[in-house]
């Protein structure tokens, strides 16, 4: 079975400054990763997702993310947030070889001007 | 527009009076889902659904039932909805392709149940 922790429930940013989303999980077998992001009153939407190969992953928004297999973690970065960055964040977790994708408690990212 | 539509947005009911959120995706995928998102715990699965007539429990299916007679419609029925069943429910789909592995979300189902 795969769990997801994402270790802080709420992370205030000024404007422009640097973030970084923590996510840990716990798998036996093999494991695809993303993040997902929500937007006041929206779905969800993909932002990124780690299949294989280069453990950086580049995705919407000028966010990225790195995988690290030794230490299980696929923190979620951005160099200089804005404003409209202020939304939900989920790191999930999908089996390669299953059909469930489990989500995170989820990251409140507020930017403050 | 690939998309996945749920209706209604909001809906405020009373206790034990049936009802149905509808979910249509128009991307041909066989896997769908309903979540529930509740503060602090993320989102749960309810049901899913690998292909039509196909559907199994997810972590949270009591006091929910689901249907799947056509590949693109997966509705969520609530039976007799209780107050603890208020919550903003998603339906997601998805293909299960060695790459298209992600989840693609409607805009949400907010209820109450008073």
């Known amino acids: 079975a795969q769990s997801v922790t994402q270790l802080d429930s709420q992370v205030p940013v000024f404007e422009e400054a640097p973030v970084e989303l923590r996510c840990n999980y716990s798998s036996s077998v093999s494991v695809y990763l993303f993040w997902y992001v929500q937007y006041p009153n929206q779905g969800l939407q993909l932002l990124l997702k780690?299949?294989?190969?280069?453990?950086l992953v580049k995705g919407i928004n000028g966010f990225e993310a790195e995988f690290n297999k030794s230490q299980t973690s696929f923190h979620l970065r951005k160099p200089s947030v804005h404003i409209s960055d202020t939304a939900e964040y989920f790191c999930a977790v999908k089996n390669t070889g299953g059909f469930k994708t489990i989500f995170g408690a989820g990251t409140r990212l507020f930017v403050k001007a | 527009e690939a998309q996945v539509t749920q209706n209604p947005r909001y809906l405020i009911t009373v206790t034990g009076k049936k009802l149905t959120v509808t979910c249509s995706q128009n991307?041909?995928?066989?896997?769908m889902s309903w979540y529930r998102q509740d503060p602090g715990l993320g989102l749960r699965q309810i049901y899913y659904?690998?292909?039509?007539?196909?559907?199994d429990k997810g972590d949270v299916p009591e006091g929910y039932k689901v249907s799947r007679k056509e590949k693109r419609n997966f509705p969520l029925i609530l039976e007799s909805p209780s107050p603890n069943q208020t919550s903003l429910y998603f339906c997601?789909?998805?293909?299960?392709?060695?790459?298209?592995?992600?989840?693609?979300f409607g805009q949400g189902t907010r209820l109450t149940v008073v």
């Open positions: 780690y299949l294989s190969g280069s453990t």
């Open positions: 659904s690998m292909n039509v007539e196909v559907t």
């Open positions: 991307m041909n995928h066989e896997y």
């Open positions: 997601a789909s998805s293909f299960q392709g060695p790459l298209d592995t992600e989840a693609f």
